[in-house]
Every structure is written in structure tokens, then in C-alpha cells.
């Protein structure tokens, strides 16, 4: 019987620093972190500084080979989202040369080098690597977690979807829409005419307002700006939210003057079989973004050529589902829920009840 390991490739995964730069630098020395975020991007802008990996990754069943690293961009968020398209373009360009000088088969785009690249649609002049916006596997695990939490709930939830018409929203929304585990869908988003068709095709009603989302038992968070959108007057009483964007779009702040309603982090799924060794990237070691678990489940199946571009198909949500079924063994699955990163517990997720809503409404609240 032959028994050569099955071929497998290898992944670039990359990300940037978040709101605060400096937080993100002071993970890799808590003196960079005294820096002043302003200025952090000032030299960011200036200087000519390039990507560099910030973390290299295993699976544990092949310990001693690479399966992939995390490759660190010298932009921010607000450049990012800027108008210097030439230095985006250039620096992401940098890091794919660096990734395919490793050895990368298949790159990922963490955070918002997605957005920055259409969904990895600038980037389908690559042929030296393949390209995967990781939103496939994102979309799954949103909708893995809205079905965990609906089914906590005493009757199917109105569910709201902010940024519906987005590449994630748009495959969530139809994901949903097919279980039929909500009441009703509500889209939220920027644009009126995708948003009525998608709602046209789903029967569900959609706006372009927050305060849509007062409505909703579940709100789920698939933007892409800078800084948080959702504030305490866009929530109904005993609200839950699923924030899945990096940075995030939601405040701790908001948690503290709402204390009925609960925050999720979005997006995480459980990956103990693979090893990060080298800087963190604000999750616990057993633990990754769903767009980086895609990546590294095309390196374990050794596609090649581009993976999620631009929207996700159904099929895509599907394929990447079936793989993480058939490297279950490494540990793929939804995270335990977590809310600013520490552990809640929310029923139907983890079995018992999470805090019930206070008897009196706070400011904001929507009854």
C-alpha cells in the first residue's frame, strides 16, 4: 500500500494593523507600542517599508513542514480605505512577491486587503499564485453561528444584515435564506438597487438606514470602514450582534451602555490542529479568522489557482465546507463564542441560558 502523504501546498495569509496601529505593534515588542498611532502612520506613509512575516504556521499531524505564513503590511486601515491606490497596490504587490519567494501556492487576504483589491479581483493578473478572499468559509461560519444563536431563541428571530450587499452579506444572506432559520431577513447596505434584487430573490424587506436593524432579535456586522457603525439607538431590547469585521465595527463602549444586549465576535473558527509560532494576531493560539482557515484549507488540499474572488458562490460555501469536514481531524469548526475575546455563554451555542434583559429599558433601547 502506498503511503506518501498526499501532496500539499502552501498559503500566505495577509494582514495589516487594525484601528489602532499601535496596539497591533505592541504585540511584537511593547516598546513599539508607545508610539502614538499618528505617528505610526505618518512613517507608514513616508517611509519606504515593507511587508515583513510576522508568523509562520504548522498543521500538527506534519509538524515539520510549513504550511503557510502571516505576512504583516505596513498600511492601516484609513490608508487602506485612502485614495493612494498606487501605494496600496505597490505594497500588496511586495507582499505576494515575498509569499511566492516562500514557497506560496494560494494567498489570502485578511482584513481589509480584501475590500483594497475588489475582493481579489485586482489581483487575478497573478498567475504565480493563487488568490482567496477567505469569504467562503467566512460566510459558512456566520451562518453556522446566526443557526447556533437562533436556536436559543424562544421563536425564529428577525435577523438583520448589515453590509447584505456586500461579498459576505450577499453569500450569508442567501445561506439564510435557504435554512429558513430566521422570521425574517432584513438587508441593510449601501446600495438600493443590489440590495432590492437580493431581497427581491430572498423575500426579504431591506434598507439603507441603521435604524432598520431596531427591529431585529440578531444583528450581524459585514462592513467595511473604520471605527464602529452600530450604536446603542440601532438595537431593540435583548438584541444579540455577530460582529464579523476586522477592524471591528462595533465599540466595547456600546457594550457597557447596553448591558442587555450581547456582542459576538464573528468570524472565528476553531483551528487547534494548526501552530502559530512567531507574533499573535489577537486570537488565542487555538483559534483563527475564518479567511485565514480558508487559505490554509486550500494549501491542505493543494488547489491551485484562484479560490474566492470577489462575491462567494454557494458552490464556493459548499467546497469549503466539504474540506473542512475532510481535514476535520486538524480540528476545523466553529469557535466557542466569545465577546471582546473572552468567553460568554449563549444558549443554544453552549447550552444554558445567557443573562437575561433587564426589567427596565436603558437609553437607546428599542422595546
Same mark, same amino acid.
Given at each position: 500500500?502506498?503511503?506518501?502523504?498526499?501532496?500539499?501546498?502552501?498559503?500566505?495569509?495577509?494582514?495589516?494593523?487594525?484601528?489602532?496601529?499601535?496596539?497591533?505593534?505592541?504585540?511584537?515588542?511593547?516598546?513599539?507600542?508607545?508610539?502614538?498611532?499618528?505617528?505610526?502612520?505618518?512613517?507608514?506613509? +513616508?517611509?519606504? &517599508?515593507?511587508?515583513?512575516?510576522?508568523?509562520?504556521?504548522?498543521?500538527?499531524?506534519?509538524?515539520?513542514? #510549513?504550511?503557510?505564513?502571516?505576512?504583516?503590511?505596513?498600511?492601516?486601515?484609513?490608508?487602506?480605505?485612502?485614495?493612494?491606490?498606487?501605494?496600496?497596490?505597490?505594497? #500588496?504587490?511586495?507582499?505576494?512577491?515575498? @509569499? #511566492?519567494?516562500?514557497?506560496?501556492?494560494?494567498?489570502?487576504?485578511?482584513?481589509?486587503?480584501?475590500?483594497?483589491?475588489?475582493? *481579489?479581483? +485586482?489581483?487575478?493578473?497573478?498567475?504565480?499564485?493563487? =488568490?482567496?478572499?477567505?469569504?467562503?468559509?467566512?460566510?459558512?461560519?456566520?451562518?453556522?453561528?446566526?443557526?447556533?444563536?437562533?436556536?436559543?431563541?424562544?421563536?425564529?428571530?428577525?435577523?438583520?444584515?448589515?453590509?447584505?450587499?456586500?461579498?459576505?452579506?450577499?453569500?450569508?444572506?442567501?445561506?439564510?435564506?435557504?435554512?429558513?432559520?430566521?422570521?425574517?431577513?432584513?438587508?441593510? *447596505?449601501?446600495?438600493?438597487?443590489?440590495?432590492?434584487?437580493?431581497?427581491?430573490?430572498?423575500?426579504?424587506?431591506?434598507?439603507?438606514?441603521?435604524?432598520? !436593524?431596531?427591529?431585529?432579535?440578531?444583528?450581524?456586522?459585514?462592513?467595511?470602514?473604520?471605527?464602529?457603525?452600530?450604536?446603542?439607538?440601532?438595537? +431593540?431590547?435583548?438584541?444579540?450582534?455577530?460582529?464579523?469585521?476586522?477592524?471591528?465595527?462595533?465599540?466595547?463602549?456600546?457594550? /457597557?451602555?447596553?448591558?442587555?444586549?450581547?456582542?459576538?465576535?464573528?468570524?472565528?473558527?476553531?483551528?487547534?490542529?494548526? =501552530?502559530?509560532?512567531?507574533?499573535?494576531?489577537? &486570537?488565542? @493560539?487555538?483559534? /483563527?479568522?475564518? !479567511? &485565514?482557515?480558508?487559505?490554509? &484549507?486550500?494549501?491542505?488540499?493543494?488547489?491551485?489557482?484562484?479560490?474566492?474572488? *470577489?462575491?462567494?458562490?454557494?458552490?464556493?460555501?459548499?467546497? #469549503?465546507?466539504?474540506?473542512?469536514?475532510?481535514?476535520?481531524?486538524?480540528?476545523?469548526?466553529?469557535?466557542?463564542?466569545?465577546?471582546?475575546?473572552?468567553?460568554?455563554?449563549?444558549?443554544?451555542?453552549? *447550552?444554558?441560558?445567557?443573562?437575561?434583559?433587564?426589567?427596565?429599558?436603558?437609553?437607546?433601547?428599542?422595546?
Amino acid at each position: 500500500m502506498d503511503t506518501t502523504p498526499a501532496p500539499r501546498g502552501r498559503f500566505a495569509f495577509l494582514i495589516h494593523p487594525r484601528t489602532d496601529p499601535s496596539e497591533d505593534l505592541a504585540l511584537i515588542n511593547p516598546v513599539l507600542g508607545l508610539i502614538p498611532g499618528r505617528v505610526v502612520e505618518k512613517a507608514m506613509r +513616508k517611509l519606504p &517599508l515593507k511587508p515583513w512575516v510576522h508568523s509562520t504556521i504548522t498543521a500538527a499531524d506534519r509538524p515539520d513542514e #510549513v504550511l503557510g505564513d502571516v505576512i504583516a503590511l505596513p498600511l492601516t486601515p484609513t490608508m487602506l480605505l485612502g485614495d493612494d491606490r498606487a501605494l496600496i497596490a505597490r505594497r #500588496v504587490d511586495q507582499a505576494i512577491d515575498l @509569499a #511566492v519567494a516562500r514557497g506560496a501556492t494560494v494567498l489570502g487576504l485578511g482584513a481589509l486587503t480584501a475590500p483594497a483589491t475588489a475582493g *481579489g479581483a +485586482k489581483l487575478r493578473r497573478r498567475t504565480d499564485i493563487g =488568490v482567496t478572499n477567505g469569504n467562503a468559509y467566512t460566510a459558512a461560519a456566520t451562518a453556522a453561528a446566526v443557526e447556533r444563536i437562533a436556536a436559543g431563541m424562544t421563536k425564529p428571530p428577525v435577523v438583520a444584515l448589515v453590509g447584505a450587499n456586500g461579498s459576505v452579506g450577499t453569500a450569508v444572506a442567501r445561506v439564510l435564506g435557504a435554512t429558513g432559520v430566521a422570521e425574517e431577513l432584513v438587508l441593510v *447596505g449601501r446600495t438600493p438597487a443590489a440590495l432590492a434584487a437580493l431581497a427581491g430573490d430572498l423575500g426579504a424587506t431591506w434598507s439603507t438606514e441603521m435604524t432598520a !436593524c431596531r427591529r431585529a432579535d440578531v444583528v450581524v456586522l459585514m462592513t467595511s470602514a473604520v471605527g464602529a457603525v452600530l450604536t446603542a439607538d440601532h438595537l +431593540k431590547l435583548g438584541a444579540v450582534v455577530l460582529d464579523d469585521t476586522q477592524p471591528r465595527n462595533s465599540s466595547p463602549a456600546l457594550a /457597557s451602555e447596553r448591558p442587555d444586549v450581547t456582542i459576538l465576535d464573528g468570524g472565528v473558527v476553531a483551528t487547534p490542529g494548526l =501552530v502559530r509560532t512567531g507574533h499573535g494576531i489577537g &486570537l488565542p @493560539a487555538t483559534s /483563527s479568522f475564518a !479567511c &485565514l482557515a480558508e487559505s490554509s &484549507l486550500l494549501a491542505l488540499a493543494d488547489h491551485r489557482g484562484h479560490g474566492t474572488i *470577489g462575491r462567494p458562490s454557494l458552490e464556493q460555501v459548499a467546497r #469549503v465546507r466539504e474540506l473542512s469536514e475532510r481535514f476535520g481531524h486538524l480540528g476545523f469548526g466553529l469557535a466557542e463564542p466569545t465577546s471582546f475575546g473572552e468567553p460568554v455563554t449563549v444558549r443554544g451555542w453552549t *447550552g444554558p441560558a445567557r443573562r437575561e434583559a433587564p426589567a427596565t429599558i436603558p437609553d437607546g433601547a428599542v422595546a
